[in-house]
């Protein structure tokens, strides 16, 4: 009995004794199983396929490996845990597009929370900072972190861009973009 034993798999020949390795029905039952608790149980397979379906229907590049995705255990942008495994819920990890529109390729993307990456949207931090304004209480306090989020990513691709430049410099930037990413994604990460 593995995890992937689970009840309602069935197949309209064999029922629920499948038979794999003779019946393609059987096999089909149990790959999808396989694959929803693979999705359960990696949130970052099913953020990375998701991501990829989204940016197939948008017309947006898609890069990402599935090893590009990382899911911290606190939000980068508002500090609040990100829960996995469970029900959607603000908590529950979404693949954020740092500048929206230049899709998901490698070094424009985070996990963040799913109440951060709804209320980011596809604003800028002029528009993050214009929304804090206009909000009040957690809003704004909410709207104020995402700024700040997105304004520490868009200082990061920045030295990441320098440190692509050839030479000694480029090493250099390349460690601090190292040192920056490492900041980034630090689980205790205080809001
Ligand atoms: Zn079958």
């Not at 306090?141 to 995402?146: G, K, P, T």
């Amino acid at each position: 009995m593995s995890v992937y034993d689970l009840p309602n798999l069935a197949c309209p020949i064999y029922g629920a004794r499948l038979q794999r390795s003779t019946c393609t029905n059987c096999n089909a039952a149990y790959t999808r199983r396989y694959l929803k608790v693979q999705r359960r149980v990696t949130p970052a397979v099913a953020l990375h396929s998701r991501a990829r379906q989204r940016a197939a229907r948008r017309g947006l590049p898609f890069d990402l490996d599935v090893s590009d995705v990382i899911v911290p255990s606190i939000c980068p942008a508002l500090g609040v845990p990100l829960v996995v495994g469970e029900m959607r819920s603000p908590y529950s990890p979404s693949l954020d597009c740092i500048r929206p529109a230049l899709g998901y390729v490698r070094g424009n993307t985070r996990v963040i929370s799913d109440q951060a990456n709804h209320l980011k949207g596809v604003l800028d931090i002029e528009g993050l900072i214009k929304r804090a304004v206009a909000s009040v209480d957690q809003r704004r306090e909410d709207y104020a972190r995402l700024a700040a989020y997105l304004d520490r990513e868009l200082l990061l691709a920045d030295v990441r861009r320098k440190a692509a430049l050839a030479g000694a410099a480029g090493e250099e930037w390349a460690e601090v973009a190292k040192f920056l990413d490492a900041a980034f994604v630090r689980a205790d990460w205080k809001r």
